[in-house]
C-alpha cells in the first residue's frame, strides 16, 4: 500500500455509511494527494491499524479502489454491509458531503475535522504577498484586502466547535484524570491516544501540556484545544516552541483570545506580521483587552519602520479609521507620494485624512484638488483647518 494514494470517492453520500470514529478521523485527513505511507505520521496511528481502517474505507465504498490499495483482512458486519447504510452505490451527492460530519465522529476527531475544512492559509494576510495596487484609477479597497476580510470570513466556522464536543473532552478529564496524581498524568500524556490525550489538553499544569506536545500522536487538533483552554503561560511558550503549530492559523486565532497569553510571546510571534493583521487585532473584541493594547503599541513600532506599501494598505483599506491609533506618527515622503497618486472619492476616508494631525501638506494640497472635495464644502472647510493646509487656503 505504500505507493497508493487514497482518494475520496465523489459519488458516496459519507453520511450516509456507517462510519466509526477512527474512520471518520482518517477521512478528514485525506486530501487526494497524499500517499498511503505518509498518513503514519499524519495521523498518529500504527501503520497496521491504518491499513485495517483503509481496507474498510475500500470496502464501504468511501474511498476510490486502487491497484495497491489494501485488502480488507478485517470482517465486515453482515447486516452493516446489506443494509441501506452499507451500499457503496448511493447516488450522487455534492461534493460538499466528502467530508465526515461531527455526528458521526468522536468530538476530537470532530474538531478535527472542522479545523482542517475551514482552516484557510491566510485567515490572515500572508507575510509574502504584493502589495496594494497603486493605481490612481483604483479608488475601492486593494484586493488584497478584500481576499483577506473574506479569508476570515472562511475561517470562522473554525472557532465555531460545538460546546458539547469540548464538554465530552473536560467531562472525561475532570471525572476520571484529574484526580490522578501529577506524575501519573504525565506519564499518562507522553503515550496516550484521544479521547483521553485530547482530555489532557485541559489540564492547568504545564507539566503535562509538555508531556503531552511530545506525544507523537499530538496533532493540530490537539495544539488548538491547548490553545484555546490552557491557561499557564508556560504551556503556551511550549505549544508555541512547536514551529508547525505556531505557524497555524487556528492556534495562532486562539493564543491571542486567550487572556493568559504573556506580552513578550505575543510580540514574538506578531513582530513581523503585516501591518493589517496588527489592527485587525486592536479592534477584536473577542481579544482581551491586554493583548488588544500591546497590538497597538506594536502596530506604532510597524508603522514608524514598516514599508511604505504596508502603510498606504492599512490607511486605504480601513478608509483611514486606523489613524485614530497612530495620532503623531509622521509618514515618509515614498508614502506621502503614494498617497498623492490616487484619485479619492470616498467621503470617509477624506474626512478621517482631513482629522489626522500628521497629515503632510503635500498630501492635504491633493485632497483640496479633489472633485469629492471641490463638490463638498463641509470637506474643503475641514481640509482648510487642517494645520498643514496651504496659507492660500486658509486665508480664502
Known sequence: MNDWTPKLNPTV?????????EEGFVLSRLDGHTRARDLPALTGLPLERLQDILARLVTQGALLPGAEAPANTV????????????????????????????????????????????????ALPPEGHDGPSLDVRDTEPLPDAEAAEASDEDAAPEEEIP????????????????ALPEDQRVALAHGAEDPELSALCFDPVPAVIKAALENPR?????????????????GLEALVARAAFAADTGVRRFLVRNPQLPAALFRRMWALRRLMEHHKLTVDRDVPESTRRTARELLRQRFATGPSEEKVELILNTEGRALGALVGMPVDGKTTSLLCGRTYRSPLLVQNLARWSAAPPMLVAHLLKQELVRRQPQLRA???????????VKRA
Open 13 to 21: 453520500d459519507l453520511r450516509r455509511l456507517p462510519l466509526n470514529a
Open 382 to 392: 475641514m481640509l482648510a483647518r487642517h494645520p498643514n493646509a496651504p496659507a492660500d
Open 163 to 178: 460546546e458539547a464536543v469540548l464538554g465530552n473532552y473536560r467531562k472525561l478529564f475532570e471525572t476520571r484524570l484529574h
Open 75 to 122: 470482517r465486515q458486519d453482515t447486516a452493516s454491509a446489506s443494509g441501506p447504510l452499507g451500499s457503496a452505490t448511493t447516488a450522487p451527492q455534492p461534493r460538499a458531503a466528502s467530508t465526515p460530519s461531527a455526528s458521526t465522529a468522536t468530538p476530537a476527531q470532530a474538531a478535527s475535522i472542522q479545523g482542517t475544512s475551514h482552516t484557510p492559509e491566510g
Open 218 to 234: 499530538v496533532g493540530l487538533a490537539h495544539a488548538r484545544l491547548i490553545a484555546r483552554h490552557h491557561r499557564n503561560p508556560v
